[in-house]
């Protein structure tokens, strides 16, 4: 190959680069946070894992919060979008549905990193009220929507009864946040398995939402 060759083909790959570059710098970025937190990340060693110049992350995000904004957008937006359109379009019995929406929400925490992001919170929120403000809407919020809105399905249906769990569907979830603690503070000296830990959620809210006969029995036993 000619020294002219290897400079025709050089640009497509920059361009290439410069496209993704965005993403790389939130995957930089995350793994920043999750190393050293949020206050002790720094955009110049996010610039330096991303294998930019330092002041080329400025052109994409002029602060840390808008760092960690967009870290929120690209993980959280895509999984709610997935969550919700489960909701809105399955064919089977909201019991299935909560059997198929509660392991998502265990994936996306445990295996594709949205723990993070929730250990920032918890731990820095107080510190970062502004951070704390834009999970609580980007997430909370959002999350609070989702979880209703199975909710409301299931009760609409008959299939839910109406109690203090319907009213505050939030609760549906605390324990996911109660293992995203625990394995913070507590794992090292008790380990807890999150596919058993998830197993007996499951069975906890169905127990608390699943509408019962005169018989005291669920009523979609028969």
Sequence with gaps: MTESDSAAESPRPRRRRKEARPGEIIDAGLQEFA????????LEDVARRAGIAKGTIYRYFASKEDLFEAALSSRITPFFDDVAGLVAAYPGSSEELVR???????????E?????????????????PAIAELY???VISRGQEVIAALVRRGVERGEFRRS????????????AVMT???KMTFDRFEPIETRRFLAAHVDMVLEGL???????TEAADG
Excluded: Q
């Design 136 to 138: 609580h809407r980007r």
């Design 112 to 128: 594709d990193g949205l723990h993070v992001l929730m250990r920032i919170i918890i731990t820095e929120g107080g510190r970062f």
């Design 164 to 175: 203090a769990l319907t009213e505050l569907p939030i609760v549906i979830v605390a324990p």
């Design 100 to 110: 198929t929406a509660l392991p998502r929400i265990y994936k996306a925490l445990f």
């Design 210 to 216: 699943l509408a019962k006969d005169k018989g005291g």
């Design 180 to 182: 995203i603690v625990w």
């Design 35 to 42: 190393e050293n937190g949020f206050a002790a990340t720094r």
